[in-house]
Nanobody
Framework: QVQLVESGGALVQPGDALKLSCATTGFTFSRYMMTWVRQAPGKELEWISSIRAGPQITTYADSVKGRFIIYRDNEKNTLYLHMNDLMPEDTAMYFC?????????RGQGTRVTVSS
């Protein structure tokens, strides 16, 4: 059974750093592109970063480029998002996801709140 479980969300202050994790089971993690998306209160889901399988090519949304780093540990079947210089506008529920066949698989999310 495919499972993605995010963790690491917290209440932090502007300028702080935070690392999110996404532990996965039920599929061959190393073979799939993985993605972080987020949903701020009252807003639509926003893509923020992806990392490809194989050569770990990464892409970022402009809103997080230079502040966030996506990486993966294929031995641990885990995806990470290291977030630096957090801003109030980064407040959101963060989800990891992948596409298997034609299905988007997404975890339950972890909440990040950036507030002074």
């Amino acid at each position: 059974q495919v499972q993605l479980v995010e963790s690491g969300g917290a209440l932090v202050q502007p300028g702080d750093a935070l690392k999110l994790s996404c532990a996965t089971t039920g599929f061959t993690f190393s073979r799939y592109m993985m993605t972080w998306v987020r949903q701020a209160p009252g807003k639509e889901l926003e893509w923020i970063s992806s990392i490809r399988a194989g050569p770990q090519i990464t892409t970022y949304a402009d809103s997080v480029k230079g502040r966030f780093i996506i990486y993966r540990d294929n031995e641990k079947n885990t995806l990470y998002l290291h977030m630096n210089d957090l801003m109030p506008e980064d407040t959101a529920m963060y989800f990891c996801q992948t596409v298997i066949g034609s299905n988007i698989r997404r975890g339950q999310g972890t909440r990040v709140t950036v507030s002074s």
